[in-house]
């Protein structure tokens, strides 16, 4: 029977894109002198594991590639290679060429050609007489060179459970030669007490091949921990029909479905609260068909069950779109090594709260932030290695990535120990642009936020990683497109830190609702810093440029929504509404409402996919009652309000 391996080509391409992480890490541990002999198995464990997939699904450029790259591993692994720096940029390279060759394949595309460029450095750098590459001799019968050998291979009964398939080891077995096999059934039990998820097979196996006997072992790389293994060279005998191998797959590929894994007991819990909240509907519903008021007490305890389960299941379900936030902080010290490279800098990296969860969607879409943010602390923060001597800093400096929870959100920062930002520079350079009056005395925390700004730079020069003022820009609208917000803390000589404040999940937010004459609208409590009922002497007129509303002698710019969205409002005097302060990037602005009508979590729907982009709004919502309320974007309204 013929097995359709299609159905397992996207678990492939996220366990590659995972090796593909860890041996990258573990590259940098090389270059930085920190690795051992356990490091040295792994790197070789990653691209071995990578080469037995590729082979699996007929991925005829990947398996070559990645069989040249592990040839040299396994002279590094063994000491007929010393790690150098030049080597290990080398290998490093070679992991952007497996990405590229992975992307391709899940895209269903021909290989990227330097492909080939690679693996002829590949082979240079182990010394071998030929810049060609060849994949392992698939002939049709053996060489007369060849030799053969008798293997014993039984894996543990607990090997599937491991996430590990003992026909992967066959296969690449069978790219080494010619292999036959027998399969060993002493194990079996009787069919009452089999255990699908138990491995009771073993196998005897010849093979005949030129390859030698490390290679041999190789093949084992994966269940070495977790199988009886035991490999004799025997007399080659007459030649023997050579087995059929696997079919491959079509080179086409299949449209990609995006997937999340899950942990068992995420989904078992799950289970549970489903047969909860179905007990609770069917009590409920038996006390409805026979209602009497004595029974009300009943009903209510009821209903209130299957409001807790209800809050419960959604939370639940909701946190099986969480992942951690490592999957985006792993790619981060190479994004270091090389910028730092580039610049002729040393720079290391530290990462904590990997660990922290966030939706799926949002871990993807806060990658190119992060990016920008890491790439200007090591530009921009952190000094040339004689600045950093002459200011009594040791030579290397530091980047730190760190992820935590606060009040319900997520607070990713990106720091450094550089010179810090200039305000001055930053200043002139808003006023040169226009962005601010030469006179106007702003906090400082204001003045940072000006580099945030679309085409705002102080660099000189324009350069390769930086001058055009675009990166910043692109932090900022990401985050805010996440109904996030950035904030820059910085103390010169010292460092600055960038943080991001983001919400746990785009899919439901915590919402204030606020009526504004018929209307209610929803604002994310992420943006929110307090609500108060003004006293008449704290609204002030700024001639030619509004209200301001005084609070703790901080003047704040007032915003009437019932003006910026053109409807008719119960309270257009400040002190017989209430106001409602927002933060955004930095400042702080005062929204004038109706009514505060109490907190609550809301669903967000998308306006763009169903009607079009509204100034000011970032979705919208269905209320208990069935009507649709608007949920508010702060950074919208005050770009309506400067407009205005």
């Given at each position: 029977?013929?097995?359709?391996?299609?159905?397992?080509?996207?678990?492939f391409f996220q366990e590659a894109a995972e090796h593909l992480a860890s041996l990258e890490?573990?590259?940098?541990?090389?270059?930085?002198?920190?690795?051992?002999?356990?490091?040295?198995?792994?790197?070789?464990?990653?691209?071995?594991?990578?080469?037995?997939?590729?082979?699996?699904?007929?991925?005829?450029?990947?398996?070559?590639?990645?069989?040249?790259?592990?040839?040299?591993?396994?002279?590094?692994?063994?000491?007929?290679?010393?790690?150098s720096a030049p080597l290990v940029d080398l290998l490093l390279r070679s992991v952007d060429?497996?990405?590229?060759?992975?992307?391709?394949?899940?895209?269903?595309?021909?290989?990227?050609?330097?492909?080939?460029?690679?693996?002829?450095?590949?082979?240079?750098?182990?010394?071998?007489?030929?810049?060609?590459?060849?994949?392992?001799?698939?002939?049709?019968?053996?060489?007369?060179?060849?030799?053969?050998?008798?293997?014993?291979?039984?894996?543990?009964?607990?090997?599937?459970?491991?996430?590990?398939?003992?026909?992967?080891?066959?296969?690449?077995?069978?790219?080494?030669?010619?292999?036959?096999?027998?399969?060993?059934?002493?194990?079996?039990?009787?069919?009452?007490?089999?255990?699908?998820?138990?491995?009771?097979?073993?196998?005897?196996?010849?093979?005949?091949?030129?390859?030698?006997?490390?290679?041999?072992?190789?093949?084992?790389?994966?269940?070495?921990?977790?199988?009886?293994?035991?490999?004799?060279?025997?007399?080659?005998?007459?030649?023997?029909?050579?087995?059929?191998?696997?079919?491959?797959?079509?080179?086409?590929?299949?449209?990609?479905?995006?997937?999340?894994?899950?942990?068992?007991?995420?989904?078992?819990?799950?289970?549970?609260?489903?047969?909860?909240?179905?007990?609770?509907?069917?009590?409920?519903?038996?006390?409805?068909?026979?209602?009497?008021?004595?029974?009300?007490?009943?009903?209510?305890?009821?209903?209130?069950?299957?409001?807790?389960?209800?809050?419960?299941?959604?939370?639940?379900?909701?946190?099986?779109?969480?992942?951690?936030?490592?999957?985006?902080?792993?790619?981060?010290?190479?994004?270091?090594?090389?910028?730092?490279?580039?610049?002729?800098?040393?720079?290391?990296?530290?990462?904590?709260?990997?660990?922290?969860?966030?939706?799926?969607?949002?871990?993807?879409?806060?990658?190119?932030?992060?990016?920008?943010?890491?790439?200007?602390?090591?530009?921009?923060?952190?000094?040339?290695?004689?600045?950093?001597?002459?200011?009594?800093?040791?030579?290397?400096?530091?980047?730190?990535?760190?992820?935590?929870?606060?009040?319900?959100?997520?607070?990713?920062?990106?720091?450094?120990?550089?010179?810090?930002?200039?305000?001055?520079?930053?200043?002139?350079?808003?006023?040169?642009?226009?962005?601010?009056?030469?006179?106007?005395?702003?906090?400082?925390?204001?003045?940072?936020?000006?580099?945030?700004?679309?085409?705002?730079?102080?660099?000189?020069?324009?350069?390769?990683?930086?001058?055009?003022?675009?990166?910043?820009?692109?932090?900022?609208?990401?985050?805010?497109?996440?109904?996030?917000?950035?904030?820059?803390?910085?103390?010169?000589?010292?460092?600055?830190?960038?943080?991001?404040?983001?919400?746990?999940?785009?899919?439901?937010?915590?919402?204030?609702?606020?009526?504004?004459?018929?209307?209610?609208?929803?604002?994310?409590?992420?943006?929110?810093?307090?609500s108060i009922r003004p006293r008449k002497e704290q609204v002030r007129d700024v001639a030619?440029?509004?209200?301001?509303?005084?609070?703790?002698?901080?003047?704040?710019?007032?915003?009437?929504?019932?003006?910026?969205?053109?409807?008719?409002?119960?309270?257009?005097?400040?002190?017989?509404?209430?106001?409602?302060?927002?933060?955004?990037?930095?400042?702080?602005?005062?929204?004038?409402?109706?009514?505060?009508?109490?907190?609550?979590?809301?669903?967000?729907?998308?306006?763009?996919?169903?009607?079009?982009?509204?100034?000011?709004?970032?979705?919208?919502?269905?209320?208990?009652?069935?009507?649709?309320?608007?949920?508010?974007?702060?950074?919208?309204?005050?770009?309506?309000?400067?407009?205005?």
């Open positions: 029977m013929e097995i359709d391996l299609s159905q397992f080509r996207e678990t890490s573990a590259l940098l541990s090389l270059q930085a002198g920190t690795a051992d002999n356990e490091a040295l198995n792994a790197i070789f464990r990653c691209a071995h594991s990578v080469k037995a997939g590729a082979a699996t699904f007929g991925f005829e450029a990947m398996t070559r590639f990645t069989h040249v790259l592990e040839t040299l591993l396994d002279c590094l692994r063994n000491g007929e290679i010393a790690p060429v497996l990405r590229a060759l992975v992307d391709a394949a899940a895209r269903g595309e021909a290989p990227p050609p330097v492909w080939e460029e690679v693996v002829e450095e590949l082979d240079r750098a182990r010394g071998a007489p030929k810049p060609e590459a060849q994949a392992p001799a698939q002939s049709d019968g053996p060489e007369s060179s060849a030799a053969a050998y008798a293997i014993r291979f039984e894996p543990a009964a607990e090997v599937f459970s491991l996430g590990l398939d003992p026909l992967l080891v066959l296969r690449d077995l069978a790219q080494l030669g010619r292999l036959t096999s027998e399969a060993d059934l002493s194990r079996l039990p009787a069919l009452a007490s089999l255990d699908p998820e138990r491995c009771y097979l073993g196998w005897r196996l010849r093979l005949e091949t030129t390859a030698g006997m490390a290679q041999i072992r190789d093949a084992f790389a994966f269940v070495e921990d977790v199988a009886t293994v035991a490999i004799e060279p025997i007399a080659t005998h007459a030649e023997s029909p050579a087995p059929q191998m696997p079919s491959k797959l079509a080179a086409r590929a299949a449209p990609r479905e995006t997937s999340i894994r899950v942990a068992t007991k995420k989904v078992d819990r799950l289970i549970d609260l489903v047969g909860e909240l179905m007990i609770a509907h069917s009590v409920a519903a038996q006390l409805v068909s026979g209602f009497t008021v004595d029974r009300l007490a009943l009903l209510q305890e009821a209903m209130a069950d299957m409001d807790r389960y209800t809050r419960e299941l959604q939370e639940r379900a909701m946190r099986i779109r969480m992942m951690p936030l490592g999957s985006v902080f792993s790619r981060f010290p190479r994004v270091v090594h090389d910028t730092a490279q580039a610049l002729g800098k040393q720079v290391s990296i530290e990462i904590s709260g990997e660990e922290t969860e966030l939706d799926k969607g949002m871990v993807e879409r806060i990658a190119d932030p992060l990016t920008h943010l890491v790439r200007n602390a090591v530009d921009h923060g952190i000094e040339a290695p004689a600045e950093r001597l002459r200011a009594g800093k040791p030579a290397e400096g530091r980047v730190r990535l760190t992820a935590y929870h606060q009040a319900g959100n997520v607070i990713v920062e990106v720091s450094d120990d550089g010179r810090g930002l200039d305000t001055e520079r930053i200043r002139a350079k808003g006023i040169e642009r226009g962005l601010i009056a030469a006179d106007e005395q702003l906090p400082e925390q204001q003045i940072h936020a000006l580099i945030l700004r679309p085409g705002f730079s102080t660099a000189e020069t324009v350069s390769d990683l930086s001058g055009r003022g675009v990166g910043m820009d692109v932090v900022k609208k990401s985050v805010e497109a996440l109904n996030g917000s950035v904030t820059i803390e910085t103390k010169p000589g010292r460092g600055s830190v960038f943080r991001m404040k983001l919400p746990l999940t785009l899919a439901i937010v915590d919402g204030l609702l606020l009526r504004v004459g018929d209307q209610t609208y929803v604002m994310p409590l992420v943006s929110i810093v307090e030619g440029r509004g209200d301001v509303v005084v609070v703790r002698n901080e003047p704040l710019p007032l915003l009437r929504l019932c003006d910026l969205f053109h409807i008719p409002a119960a309270a257009t005097e400040p002190a017989r509404g209430l106001v409602v302060i927002v933060e955004y990037e930095g400042r702080r602005l005062a929204l004038l409402v109706d009514e505060l009508l109490g907190q609550q979590q809301v669903v967000v729907k998308s306006l763009e996919a169903n009607f079009r982009k509204v100034p000011g709004v970032t979705g919208a919502t269905i209320l208990g009652d069935g009507r649709a309320a608007l949920i508010l974007d702060v950074a919208g309204i005050a770009a309506m309000s400067r407009a205005a």
